[in-house]
């Protein structure tokens, strides 16, 4: 089942978003320990605004588990979600202005798909991806866009698979990514 992440129900999802992230995290928490970077991510996720909060996060439940989560906002709106952030890591002595660029005007951007070990290969991204699709429509978005990185081919081909397009070649944190696009009609 697939809902709305809850500010007092966060079990797994920063460990899930961590799964799918890796080293943006240090970038997003200005930490390099892992349960810093997941205690950090802890606290980004229960604010009602950033580019993690849970507000910007469906969950997938099993059982009352949360075996995977996708993350998505407004591309526009992307200096708001991320000034909360940015603050956060100059209480850190980490100054900057903005984060690299990860997407464009007007998308509904795909920031994090992830689905826990045990539960992949069982079609539970698919309907993350199908249920994100239909909340862009409903927005009345245009298209869809994520980054995949080059090093992940297996989320390449899923993504391929699903309609995204790549369109451009960005660096986030060190590492090349695609940018794909979906186009909604």
Known sequence: MIKQAQKNNITNISTLIFDAIHNIANTL???NEENKILETLDFYIKMDINRLSYNNIWVYEI????????????????????????????????FLDSFEKESFADEFYIDTVS????????????????????????????????????????????????GFEKNDILKVSGSNFYHMIKKLY
Do not use: C, R, W
């Open 29 to 31: 928490t200005g930490e």
């Open 115 to 162: 689905v826990l070990e045990n539960f992949q290969g069982k079609g539970i991204a698919k309907e993350l991806f199908m249920f994100i699709e239909n909340k862009a429509e409903q927005l009345g978005f245009k298209k869809l866009s994520l980054l995949v990185d080059f090093e992940n081919p297996k989320a390449l081909t899923l993504y391929e698979k699903l």
């Open 63 to 94: 059982e009352n588990q949360t075996v995977g989560l996708i993350l998505a906002y407004n591309s526009n709106d992307i200096e708001k979600l991320d000034a909360p952030i940015l603050e956060h890591l100059k209480t850190k002595n980490i």
